[in-house]
């Protein structure tokens, strides 16, 4: 049954042939958005914090998480 009103709204079914195959429509594009911010935004966190470690054991940052987790090692005689 048709209804007099204009539907703004697609349904599910063609929301979803629209999408790439394999992906909806909303993972696809916010949740994606959302995790790569959240995963860049905590790897500048652990920088930052590894950098404050290194120069608070006498060593030079590199900005690097790899190289500056090394350097702590060896500051902290661990290596």
């Known amino acids: 049954m048709k209804s007099a009103f ?4 697609q349904p599910v ?7 790439a195959p394999g992906r909806s ?4 594009s916010l ?3 959302l995790w790569h ?3 860049e935004a ?3 966190r652990a920088a930052g914090e590894l950098a404050r470690h290194v120069r ?3 060593g030079r940052p590199t900005g690097t998480l790899a190289q500056d987790a090394q350097q702590l090692a060896g500051l902290r ?3």
């Open 6 to 9: 204009p539907s703004f709204t």
């Open 13 to 19: 079914s063609h929301t979803r042939d629209n999408a």
């Open 25 to 28: 429509t909303f993972s696809g």
């Open 31 to 33: 949740l994606n958005r």
């Open 37 to 39: 911010g959240l995963r």
């Open 42 to 44: 905590g790897q500048r």
């Open 56 to 58: 608070l054991h006498g």
């Open 77 to 79: 005689g661990l290596l």
